[in-house]
């Protein structure tokens, strides 16, 4: 006689593995996505890169810019060592960390106190420049970044009423970076390291904050407009008339 449970137990063994694929999967998805905050470090994140501008102005104001520098490297190197350890979000101290050493080159290089300051002017127009052009040629480039990040595509560009929302957000991103470079491109003429220090704080994540928050705006109305055309465009469904008897 053949045996024919052991098929059976053999066709059991092999789904199994099928059957945990799919709870991955969805563990995976219920994942919450990072918020913008946490993706550049959470609030202590938002202070820790303020910390060596502070450390900066306030050396520079006692010593001189060269004890100043070293001082602001320093302590740029320390928060990141301190996240490493404590196995927080290491992203926003390498990129704090990337700032402050092209700043300081820019600043042994013009052998000046205000060069440290010099990079972040000099993006700000950039990316003024760059707002601004993506709007000229109808892609504001706020919609543009968000689109990509989510990879939601750009069916929002077809669509006037839509793509005005963009536009909105990409024209308030134009005037926080236009502003920055106008403000502390003349505190940086006028040689005033001490307001160029508060004004590159002040201007930086409080603006930028707002600016988020117009973004968040525009995405949610252009979504919801999106969504309006496409139930227009959705046939109505017709009824089944029954045959008389």
Do not use: H
């Not at 990316?127 to 709007?135: D, E, K, T, V």
């Amino acid at each position: 006689m053949s045996e024919k449970p052991a098929p059976a137990a053999e066709s059991v063994t092999a789904e199994k593995p099928a059957a945990d694929g799919p709870a991955e999967t969805e563990d995976e998805q219920r994942k919450p996505m990072p918020t913008l905050l946490e993706q550049m470090g959470g609030i202590s994140g938002l202070i820790y890169s303020s910390v060596p501008i502070v450390v900066f102005v306030l050396v520079n104001y006692l010593f001189e810019w060269q004890a100043a520098l070293w001082a602001a490297v320093g302590v740029a190197v320390a928060i990141a060592v301190a996240r490493l350890i404590r196995r927080e979000p290491i992203q926003p101290a390498i990129s704090g960390l990337f700032g402050i050493a092209v700043a300081a080159f820019i600043t042994i290089r013009t052998g000046s106190a205000k060069g440290f300051f010099a990079f972040g002017i000099w993006s700000s127009l950039v990316y003024c420049g760059a707002f601004l052009i993506s709007a000229l040629v109808r892609w504001p480039l706020a919609g543009v970044i968000w689109s990509t990040l989510n990879n939601t595509g750009f069916k929002w560009r077809a669509d006037r009423t839509a793509r005005l929302y963009y536009d909105i957000a990409t024209l308030v991103w134009i005037l926080v970076f236009g502003s920055k470079f106008v403000v502390q491109q003349w505190l940086y003429d006028q040689d005033n390291v001490g307001l160029l220090g508060l004004a590159r704080i002040a201007m930086g994540y409080p603006l930028t904050a707002i600016a988020i928050a117009v973004t968040v705006w525009a995405v949610r109305k252009a979504d919801k407009r999106l969504a309006q055309l496409a139930a227009d465009e959705q046939p109505e469904p017709t009824t089944r008339q029954e045959p008389a008897a």
